[in-house]
């Protein structure tokens, strides 16, 4: 014979929600790095249930391939026509006939529940060997909500829905927050016991509460230190509220450990990203999914962090990162994009308007700005200058670039994969690099400048330019400068073309 379970937990997930107006079921909708659903199962996880049952209805198989990722080991079971929770709730035990001690039932939208409060609740149920106990909260506003009715000594008399209560019930502020314990066995036989006698026409499961007091039983309330623990959503506006209290939960106790958020109401961490002490978090600053951001790193201003991971005394200013990886005492902006698999190595720099993909960029590389890094590795102490593309795709396959440790890229220049870089070369600025620079070399691809003396007087007469130009000529001649022949050009040769002049630099800094 199996084992029989000692704890199991049960999760009310089948409903539509049809007030938030989604074709996503209810439980789906994200709050800061959980679904509704993974904030209730992250709660329920500490109990250490033998059995965990998720009864599922709309969007079944939605919910069952969420399931698949984020709780495995959690049992989906259909709820095919939702006919209340204590229909539900029956559904579900029947899929685990074994189980036997405490059940856990909680509704699957209230995401602000600490693991915490659901502890304490299954610890004052089995200390009182209770054949029930129902989670209440005091709260400002009880409408729409469940009311627990009390007897004059203070004891559980019954739970009434807001629909099916008296005037004088719906005048109390004590309210049912969804969440229970029970006794398996006690529960089994009430649960056999429930009618459809009441507005809705569907089973309660808060009927279970008054067969238990009418037969007897001992029932027990036990009421959550903070009332916004419990609260749930049927609507997106109800729903952004959550997500608000959410957020400045999160962001104190990040602050309580040790982290600057200059701006908390702007601030949007989600629980599954990690803040290491005296890391200063600016304004407007996002930081989502498994993201970690190390000790005295700098992460904002208007920055959104996905994924990735910011190494100590770091920078990262007004940015959009997802999937990459940044150094230690790197610095990233302002608006630069990096994208996924994305490295940037110790003390290395990614400037403004520059974008990076699936590259390497060595430590203490520069990449300055308003360049496009894709499929490359960048050497420590390389220098790319502005408007640098590598070209990494031929419209089939990507390919790789190599630039090599201390060279130097001209501005204005595309490294046409694949192709490499050797160390300690030069790439003169303007070029188009198709074969392989060696180490220590010069690599160019300009093609001669030629000077047409005289051709904006006759191309372009009676403009602003030729205007100038004639002035400038003018001035020329009369200070005794050279001034050049109709026609004549002036080349530079080779040795010179890339080298740094009055003219322009190869790269930036």
Same mark, same amino acid.
């Given at each position: 014979?199996?084992?029989?379970?000692?704890?199991?937990?049960?999760?009310?997930?089948?409903?539509?929600?049809?007030?938030?107006?989604?074709?996503?079921?209810?439980?789906?909708?994200?709050?800061?790095?959980?679904?509704?659903?993974?904030?209730?199962?992250?709660?329920?996880?500490?109990?250490?249930?033998?059995?965990?049952?998720?009864?599922?209805?709309?969007?079944?198989?939605?919910?069952?391939?969420?399931?698949?990722?984020?709780?495995?080991?959690?049992?989906?079971?259909?709820?095919?026509?939702?006919?209340?929770?204590?229909?539900?709730?029956?559904?579900?035990?029947?899929?685990?006939?074994?189980?036997?001690?405490?059940?856990?039932?909680?509704?699957?939208?209230?995401?602000?529940?600490?693991?915490?409060?659901?502890?304490?609740?299954?610890?004052?149920?089995?200390?009182?060997?209770?054949?029930?106990?129902?989670?209440? +909260?005091?709260?400002?506003?009880?409408?729409?909500?469940?009311?627990?009715?009390?007897?004059?000594?203070?004891?559980?008399?019954?739970?009434?829905?807001?629909?099916?209560?008296?005037?004088?019930?719906?005048?109390?502020?004590?309210?049912?927050?969804?969440?229970?314990?029970?006794?398996?066995?006690?529960?089994?036989?009430?649960?056999?016991?429930?009618?459809?006698?009441?507005?809705?026409?569907?089973?309660?499961?808060?009927?279970?509460?008054?067969?238990?007091?009418?037969?007897?039983?001992?029932?027990?309330?036990?009421?959550?230190?903070?009332?916004?623990?419990?609260?749930?959503?049927?609507?997106?506006?109800?729903?952004?509220?959550?997500?608000?209290?959410?957020?400045?939960?999160?962001?104190? +106790?990040?602050?309580?450990?040790?982290?600057?958020?200059?701006?908390?109401?702007?601030?949007?961490?989600?629980?599954?990203?990690?803040?290491?002490?005296?890391?200063?978090?600016?304004?407007?600053?996002?930081?989502?999914?498994?993201?970690?951001?190390?000790?005295?790193?700098?992460?904002?201003?208007?920055?959104?962090?996905?994924?990735?991971?910011?190494?100590?005394?770091?920078?990262?200013?007004?940015?959009?990162?997802?999937?990459?990886?940044?150094?230690?005492?790197?610095?990233?902006?302002?608006?630069?994009?990096?994208?996924?698999?994305?490295?940037?190595?110790?003390?290395?720099?990614?400037?403004?308007?520059?974008?990076?993909?699936?590259?390497?960029?060595?430590?203490?590389?520069?990449?300055?700005?308003?360049?496009?890094?894709?499929?490359?590795?960048?050497?420590?102490?390389?220098?790319?200058?502005? +408007?640098?593309?590598?070209?990494?795709?031929?419209?089939?396959?990507?390919?790789?670039?190599?630039?090599?440790?201390?060279?130097?890229?001209?501005?204005?220049?595309?490294?046409?994969?694949?192709?490499?870089?050797?160390?300690?070369?030069?790439?003169?600025?303007?070029?188009?690099?198709?074969?392989?620079?060696?180490?220590?070399?010069?690599?160019?691809?300009?093609?001669?400048?030629?000077?047409?003396?005289?051709?904006?007087?006759?191309?372009?007469?009676?403009?602003?330019?030729?205007?100038?130009?004639?002035?400038?000529?003018?001035?020329?001649?009369?200070?005794?400068?050279?001034?050049?022949?109709?026609?004549? +050009?002036?080349?530079?040769?080779?040795?010179?073309?890339?080298?740094?002049?009055?003219?322009?630099?190869?790269?930036?800094?």
């Amino acid at each position: 014979m199996p084992q029989p379970h000692l704890r199991t937990v049960v999760v009310l997930a089948a409903g539509e929600g049809k007030r938030m107006k989604s074709a996503l079921p209810k439980v789906l909708h994200p709050l800061l790095g959980r679904t509704l659903l993974g904030h209730v199962l992250t709660a329920a996880a500490p109990l250490a249930a033998d059995r965990t049952v998720v009864v599922v209805g709309h969007g079944a198989e939605q919910v069952r391939a969420h399931l698949t990722e984020i709780a495995p080991d959690a049992t989906p079971v259909l709820q095919a026509q939702q006919l209340g929770t204590g229909h539900a709730v029956r559904i579900a035990l029947e899929a685990v006939p074994e189980a036997a001690g405490t059940v856990v039932v909680i509704n699957g939208d209230v995401p602000l529940l600490r693991a915490e409060t659901v502890a304490a609740l299954v610890a004052a149920h089995e200390g009182e060997g209770a054949a029930a106990t129902v989670l209440a +909260a005091e709260v400002p506003d009880p409408t729409g909500l469940g009311r627990i009715v009390r007897d004059a000594a203070g004891r559980l008399e019954q739970i009434v829905e807001e629909r099916d209560a008296t005037p004088a019930q719906r005048a109390l502020r004590e309210i049912n927050a969804g969440i229970y314990a029970f006794d398996a066995v006690r529960l089994r036989d009430a649960l056999g016991k429930l009618s459809t006698d009441n507005d809705q026409g569907e089973e309660y499961l808060t009927d279970v509460f008054g067969l238990l007091v009418s037969a007897g039983e001992p029932v027990g309330v036990h009421v959550a230190a903070d009332h916004v623990e419990t609260l749930g959503c049927n609507d997106r506006v109800e729903l952004a509220g959550l997500r608000r209290l959410l957020r400045d939960r999160v962001n104190e +106790a990040w602050m309580r450990t040790g982290v600057s958020i200059l701006d908390p109401a702007t601030t949007w961490i989600d629980v599954t990203a990690t803040v290491e002490r005296d890391a200063v978090i600016d304004q407007n600053t996002q930081l989502r999914g498994t993201t970690v951001v190390g000790a005295q790193a700098v992460v904002g201003p208007d920055v959104t962090l996905i994924d990735t991971v910011v190494g100590a005394a770091a920078t990262v200013l007004r940015s959009h990162a997802v999937g990459a990886e940044v150094g230690p005492g790197a610095s990233v902006g302002p608006y630069a994009y990096l994208r996924p698999a994305a490295r940037l190595a110790e003390k290395s720099k990614v400037g403004t308007f520059v974008e990076v993909k699936n590259s390497e960029v060595g430590p203490g590389a520069k990449v300055p700005h308003l360049s496009y890094v894709g499929d490359a590795t960048i050497g420590a102490k390389a220098n790319i200058g502005a +408007a640098t593309i590598f070209v990494n795709y031929d419209g089939v396959n990507k390919h790789r670039t190599v630039v090599g440790e201390a060279a130097f890229i001209g501005c204005d220049t595309s490294l046409i994969a694949p192709v490499e870089v050797g160390a300690g070369a030069y790439v003169a600025a303007g070029s188009a690099i198709s074969q392989d620079v060696p180490p220590g070399a010069l690599g160019v691809t300009r093609a001669p400048q030629r000077s047409i003396e005289g051709w904006v007087a006759r191309k372009r007469a009676g403009t602003v330019s030729a205007a100038a130009a004639e002035r400038a000529l003018a001035e020329g001649a009369s200070a005794g400068g050279p001034v050049a022949r109709e026609g004549e +050009a002036i080349h530079g040769d080779a040795e010179t073309v890339g080298r740094p002049s009055a003219a322009g630099d190869t790269a930036t800094e």
